[in-house]
């Protein structure tokens, strides 16, 4: 796993959602409000991101932390830990 | 022309994927036609001999119209007359009329009559559908000339899937309408009844958990296959309330097909089929779910997914939504709905606990089925999400 900034883990967060939900806005979407209240995704769209997540980071994000990625900046800072971000 | 659901009247062929001459299987993906729902692949449902390509590309007909003649296996062109291509298995209540009868043969013999011979070999051979070819004089035969001209104005044209798409707007104004089609008419024709139960769904939960720990993320099951597979099962014991409304009385289904009510980003929803849900491992639910969801919002679904539920799931947990009374959709009997898993206080034993929770409703045709035999659906479903692992 290589050390990624917080700044490409949002980048890659960003892509992932815009592939998933090409009308969501990303200048629109509130850092800390859950992202499935503005963004119209289910659980399935969610799955995929967590999968696409894991292939473009390289992280294996098990069920139980999903909890964590629930708002942009929840995101952000659990995959930085996971990934060793500098 | 298939009817690919209750609320579609009329369909335009975008593109044949097979020419005069063919030989085609039974399932083969034949035709592209677009629907209020979007562009459906359409499957033929006999082996033969494509004879001829009777509609052309980008014209619009009903229910029912011939699209193509074909040969079946083992018959030679010679022998016998081409007869009509079964675009698919027929909808059993579907309102068409059978206009099967009164356009084919003789619609065909008509139009054989306007058309050199020559003229009819070239189109054959160029894969023009003769019968879309006009003659240059209104009142004169289809000639060479005429179907060279077509074939001309068709290599003009622009290619035809990719951009006959329709505008964003007008696809989801169509699909209001369908939508709005069939459930007026289900409302109207179909008297409903309405039955929820809460499903203590805690040993599920908790079973897929650990299920999904074991697996990386490509592997996960979502929560709603396991429900899936219950609903499946039990409705193999509850024949009154998987199969067909017709115009002769109610046609139970001996199979399974799960109809999965999909939303679409922006509005609209479809619900085709998950065949023979009932016989399904959990992999293989999770498989069909997935490539069914990604060809609903980004791709094509095929005819028989469209014509085939013999009955519908719909599944509102993930909006948050405790409990959904659902419309059913026409000609099926009966609609499942999920809402979401919650953890809400249980009395056991004289002790308050916390479960998870789910409530399970039911909408059934009373034409059909009682409230008896519905509410001891609804118990099957719960008693098989007791024990989950019997599910996979």
């Not at chain 2, 690919?4 to 097979?18: N, R, S, Y």
């Not at chain 2, 696809?171 to 309408?177: C, I, N, S």
């Not at chain 2, 009510?261 to 491992?281: E, F, S, T, Y």
């Not at chain 2, 014509?307 to 909006?319: A, E, F, H, K, Y």
Request: proline share 7%; net charge neutral.
């Amino acid at each position: 796993m290589t050390a990624r900034t917080r700044e490409a883990i949002r980048a890659a967060i960003f892509a992932v959602l815009g592939e998933i939900a090409p009308e969501a806005d990303p200048a629109a979407i509130g850092a800390d409000r859950p992202l499935r209240d503005q963004i119209d995704i289910d659980s399935f769209d969610f799955l995929n991101v967590i999968i696409r997540l894991h292939e473009t980071l390289g992280v294996d994000i098990p069920e139980k932390d999903y909890a964590e990625l629930l708002t942009l900046n929840g995101a952000v800072d659990y995959l930085a830990r996971r990934c060793g971000a500098s | 022309m298939p009817s690919l659901g209750a609320d579609m009247d009329a369909g335009t062929l975008v593109q044949w994927m097979i020419k005069p001459g063919d030989a085609v299987k039974r399932g083969q993906v034949v035709a592209v036609v677009e629907t209020q729902k979007g562009a459906i692949d359409v499957e033929i449902w006999e082996d033969g001999t494509i004879d001829q390509l009777v509609v052309g590309a980008g014209k619009k007909v009903p229910v029912g119209e011939v699209l193509a003649l074909l040969h079946a296996a083992g018959e030679t062109a010679a022998a016998s007359p081409a007869k009509p291509a079964a675009g698919l298995r027929p909808v059993p209540a579907a309102p068409a009329k059978p206009r099967v009868e009164a356009v084919s043969p003789t619609a065909t013999g008509m139009a054989r009559g306007r058309t050199t011979p020559s003229a009819r070999k070239l189109a054959d051979e160029l894969g023009i559908a003769i019968d879309s070819v006009r003659p240059a004089d209104p009142d004169g035969v289809v000639s060479r000339a005429d179907v060279e001209r077509a074939a001309a104005a068709r290599k003009a044209a622009p290619a035809p899937a990719a951009e006959l798409k329709p505008v964003v707007a007008d696809w989801h104004a169509q699909m209001r309408k369908a939508i709005a089609a069939a459930m007026s008419r289900s409302k109207r024709e179909i008297p409903h009844y309405y039955l929820a139960t809460d499903i203590d769904v805690t040993k599920v939960t908790d079973w897929l958990a650990s299920e999904n720990l074991k697996r990386g993320v490509a592997e996960r099951l979502l929560p709603v296959v396991p429900l899936m597979k219950a609903v499946a099962l039990a409705l193999r014991e509850m024949p009154e309330l998987n199969g067909f409304w017709t115009t002769e009385g109610y046609k139970p289904s001996p199979a399974v097909h799960l109809g999965m009510a999909i939303a679409l980003r922006g509005g609209g929803l479809v619900a085709p089929a998950i065949h023979d849900a009932d016989k399904k491992g959990l992999d293989q639910l999770m498989a069909d779910l997935r490539d069914l969801i990604t060809r609903v919002r980004g791709g094509r679904l095929r005819s028989s997914e469209m014509s085939d539920p013999t009955v519908t799931l719909t599944n509102l947990g993930d909006q948050g939504v405790e409990g959904v009374f659902a419309v059913i959709y026409p000609p099926q009997v009966a609609i499942i709905g999920l809402g979401r898993v919650t953890d809400r206080p249980r009395v056991e034993g004289g002790a308050v606990v916390t479960r998870k929770v789910l409530t399970a409703t039911l909408a059934a045709d009373h034409r059909v089925s009682d409230g008896h035999r519905g509410a001891v659906f609804l118990a099957t479903i719960g008693r098989l999400l007791q024990e989950p692992e019997k599910l996979l």
